[in-house]
């Protein structure tokens, strides 16, 4: 069986946090990207690796006003914006 | 060795520890000269272990083949943006007059050892009044001869080594001009090759922007007719060897603290020393008197503020060695357009 891949914030990235979100900054790979206060606040929760599904969950769980297809849709581009530039780290689910 | 004023490494590894808190992304290492401290290679390990990248400054005298093998242990190549090799003549007789005694075939080595690893090495030539006669060879030398893609220039000002050497070093407005003359051909003729962010090749650049500007009719640009010269107090600051933050290296009489004893967000945030510079770029070029019946202060940002303090004591006035009415005054003293 196939586990889900799950997501964690890259241990080598330094996060500069700032008044409306953070500046995310891989040294490895010397490639950055500036997340809003929400994107800080999934880069926290992925201290510790998660699926996806996880967190969704934790978007829906946390804001009131988003429904699963938007927390989802947030979570792909979340994911898919972090990726490429391995700021995010991801391990096969098996 | 470290000389005695010199931060102790546990000073630095605290540092360090206080950059990465603050998700600083790069440090600069230079000198005097980085290689003779023996723990180069724990401070280097400990800007990378705090998720920042480094470049080093040196002469290059003493980087052996061990410093190439020392550099390629765990992450040290991967963070390592360059390494700039000071050279200052094509030949021992020009280059040692302004470096170390002996130094220039201990340089050669060292920059060609770099090369020769496929490490990122870029060569500064600092323009001074031993080499200006020189430019043409050492473009030669390292261009044609060594094959390096670029290497950039400066000029020796009255800070930094200047200091050191003494005022020997500097040179005369009319070596300026021919300084600036030969280096803008040579770029020419080397397709771009040579860089400058200041001294006589981007006096030329400069100038040859604004001559292009005028004859298109344009007499403002965004971002200048201020004293607006200096960027880099809003993204970097100096610390120097004996731990004083400063906004500059080449500001250091402009105290900012002292690492490990003050906090460096605070200082970086809130100290008048960097804010002062900073805040130079809301001086009107129009409110200065040297400047007040200027036609071009809408496309000039006054200079460099550590050359201005540097010849003046003070930061609120415009450097007279970059500005274009003098140019333009002086022009048929140049040998040709630049």
Request: proline share 4%.
């Amino acid at each position: 069986m196939n586990l889900p891949k799950r997501y964690q914030a890259n241990p080598v990235v330094s996060c500069g946090i700032e008044e409306d979100g953070a500046v995310l900054y891989n040294p490895d790979t010397d490639k950055t990207s500036v997340v809003n206060l929400t994107g800080l606040e999934l880069w926290l929760f992925l201290s510790t690796s998660r699926t996806a599904d996880e967190i969704i969950a934790y978007l829906v769980g946390n804001y009131r006003d988003v429904s699963i297809e938007q927390a989802s849709a947030d979570t792909k581009l979340f994911i898919e914006s972090l990726a490429p530039d391995f700021l995010l780290e991801i391990f096969d689910g098996n | 060795m470290v000389s005695l004023s010199d931060l102790p490494t546990d000073r630095w590894l605290i540092f360090f520890a206080e950059l990465g808190e603050l998700a600083v992304q790069r440090v600069t290492l230079s000198g005097g000269e980085v290689f003779t401290r023996p723990d180069l290679f724990e401070l280097i390990d400990a800007i990378i272990e705090n998720r920042m990248r480094y470049s080093l400054l040196t002469n290059g005298t003493l980087i052996t083949e061990k410093t190439i093998v020392a550099l390629s242990i765990s992450k040290r190549r991967l963070r390592l943006d360059s390494i700039q090799v000071s050279i200052d003549g094509s030949n021992a007789d020009v280059h040692n007059k302004s470096r170390p005694p002996n130094s220039f075939g201990r340089a050669m080595r060292g920059l060609l050892l770099l090369r020769d690893a496929g490490i990122p090495v870029t060569v500064r030539v600092t323009v001074n009044h031993h080499n200006v006669h020189d430019l043409e060879n050492i473009a030669k030398l390292l261009l044609d001869d060594l094959g390096l893609p670029g290497f950039s220039t400066n000029e020796a000002e009255q800070m930094g080594t200047a200091r050191c050497t003494g005022q020997d070093v500097l040179i005369t407005e009319e070596e300026r001009r021919l300084a600036s003359s030969t280096l803008a051909k040579l770029n020419r003729r080397y397709d771009n090759r040579i860089s400058a962010t200041a001294g006589p090749l981007a006096l030329a650049n400069h100038f040859a922007d604004l001559d292009d500007r005028l004859a298109r009719g344009e007499i403002q640009m965004s971002g200048r007719g201020t004293l607006s010269s200096c960027g880099g107090v809003f993204s970097k600051m100096a610390v120097l060897h004996d731990g004083t933050m400063v906004p500059c290296n080449l500001l250091p009489s402009m105290i900012m603290g002292k690492i490990g004893i003050d906090p460096l967000q605070k200082a970086w945030l809130h100290h008048s020393a960097i804010n002062s510079v900073r805040n130079l770029t809301g001086i009107p070029l129009s409110s200065l008197a040297n400047c007040r019946e200027c036609a071009y202060t809408g496309l000039c940002a006054g200079g460099c503020p550590a050359a201005v303090m540097a010849k003046f004591g003070k930061l609120d006035a415009a450097d007279p060695d970059v500005c274009y009415r003098l140019y333009r005054q002086h022009r048929e003293k140049y040998h040709d357009r630049l």
